[in-house]
């Protein structure tokens, strides 16, 4: 029943990278929802290519998917009898994700509920649709906000360098008056410029 309840809840479409830096909101040990740009959110429309996958076999079924679409991964989880819904899929396929988002041991994940293989050339339509939505809601900057913005993200990145770099999340919380949605485009920029690299999801180094 629980989960029929979370059915109607709408499928928000976002990029793996800023799931990664929403922020967790627990009901005690239980996870309630995940909070980013003001949304609340417990159902997800992603996109990404699997890059892996864990089959567990015996009495306890589980599978374990990992999907990249450019900005970050995360991990597909089924358990039981769902597993063989999925079980499927290879690495190297596209797909299209539609799930509940669950977390569990510090770990943000996705309980899928409906799993689509995909053409390749999907991910870049998918990031040029959200980066689009991204924009017609972002307030309007002039050019000085904007590099002011980029210079003080770029710093805060150089300045962890001798600690092996910053956790996206603590970069939100220093950066407290920027939209945690203006740092991650700017981290984004970094990365696709080649300023910035990810030597893994979530933590950002600079590379200069």
């Given amino acids: 029943m629980p989960d029929q309840e979370f ?3 709408i499928a928000f479409k976002f990029r793996i990278g800023d799931l990664l830096i929403g922020k967790p909101i627990m009901n005690s040990e239980r996870f309630s929802f995940l909070e980013f740009g003001g949304k609340k959110i417990i159902r997800v429309n992603v996109a990404g290519n699997v890059v892996d996958k864990y089959e567990g076999q015996g009495e306890s079924k589980f599978l374990s ?3 990249d679409d450019g900005s970050g991964q995360i991990k597909l989880k089924s358990f039981g009898d ?3 819904k999925f079980s499927n899929l290879t690495l190297g396929q596209t797909v299209i994700v539609i799930g509940l988002m669950r977390h569990w041991n510090n770990e943000i994940y996705i309980a899928p509920e409906i799993i689509r293989e995909q053409d390749s050339k999907y991910l870049l339509i998918r990031k040029i649709e959200i ?10 900057l002039e050019r000085s906000q904007i590099v002011a913005i980029k210079d ?4 805060e990145i150089k ?3 001798e600690k092996g770099g910053i956790e996206r999340e603590d970069l939100i919380l220093t950066l407290r008056e920027i939209s945690p949605e203006m740092i991650n485009q700017e981290i984004q920029k970094l990365l696709e410029d ?7 999801p979530g933590k950002v180094r600079y590379l200069g």
């Fill in 82 to 84: 769902d597993t063989a």
């Fill in 159 to 161: 300045s962890a360098e």
């Fill in 194 to 200: 080649g300023i910035a690299f990810e030597p893994r």
């Fill in 7 to 9: 059915k109607r809840h």
């Fill in 131 to 140: 980066d689009k939505e991204k924009s017609k809601n972002a307030p309007t």
């Fill in 65 to 67: 998917i990992t999907i």
């Fill in 152 to 155: 003080r993200v770029l710093n």
